[in-house]
């Protein structure tokens, strides 16, 4: 069955400080990857998704960049966090259009202070 | 561009009361429609979800929700709610154009004795 793993599940940095949050999927291939954050009164905010290997799409111009190194693996990085980065950020994954669902990681709690 | 509304924030229902979550989208296309459901601690669980064919979904935990393409609306019911109902409810539309899944802001929904 595909399982999904997002780490870490808190974390607390300071401002200025680089990120990195990583996100693997298990048993399925080619997926398409997601990062969404959720801020307060804001909602689920889809941040990156990726249809393949080093292909990344950006949704909202930011403090954020997203990699995609190996079919299964999505990264949300920063090289310098800003207290509006807090959130909680998820990451996703579908197969086929669309029209499939997206299946959700745990999640990241991310406070920067 | 595409957008997804909950109208709601915040609902406050009794339990064995009636729920309606209302959603709005705007998108040129029939789009994919989704219901997911956050309860606390948890990651993100779908509810439903709508393609095509009949407008009236089933999904789990007793929930339904009524396709209106006239209203540009997929709004959740539920005909009597359950205290372990309470959570964060999010629609979201998947666009066809390209992977993409929109979440509205969310609605969280307080059950009360």
């Known amino acids: 069955s595909q399982t999904i793993h997002q780490w870490p599940a808190t974390l607390v940095q300071p401002v200025g400080s680089p990120l990195s949050l990583e996100c693997t999927v298990e048993g399925t291939s080619n997926p398409n990857l997601y990062w969404y954050r959720q801020a307060a009164g804001r909602g689920l905010q889809l941040l990156f998704y990726s249809v393949g290997i080093g292909q990344i799409s950006s949704e909202v111009p930011q403090n954020l960049s997203a990699s995609r190194p190996q079919d299964r693996q999505f990264i949300l990085s920063s090289k310098k966090l800003l207290l509006s980065d807090s959130g909680f950020y998820l990451c996703?994954?579908?197969?086929?259009?669309?029209?499939?669902?997206?299946?959700f990681g745990q999640g990241t709690r991310l406070t920067v202070v | 561009a595409q957008s997804v509304t909950q109208p709601d924030i915040h609902i406050t229902v009794s339990e064995g009361a009636s729920l309606e979550l209302r959603c709005n989208y705007s998108y040129g296309a029939t789009p994919y429609l989704f219901w997911y459901v956050q309860s606390p601690g948890q990651g993100l669980q779908l509810l439903l979800k709508?393609?095509?064919?009949?407008?009236l979904v089933q999904g789990i935990k007793g929930f339904e929700a009524e396709f209106k393409r006239s209203q540009s609306s997929f709004n959740l019911r539920k005909p009597s709610v359950h205290w372990s109902d309470a959570a964060e409810y999010f629609c979201a539309v998947g666009i066809s154009s390209g992977n993409q899944f929109y979440f509205g802001t969310g609605t969280s929904l307080t059950v009360i004795p």
């Open positions: 709508y393609f095509s064919g009949d407008t």
């Open positions: 996703a994954w579908s197969v086929g259009g669309t029209g499939s669902r997206a299946f």
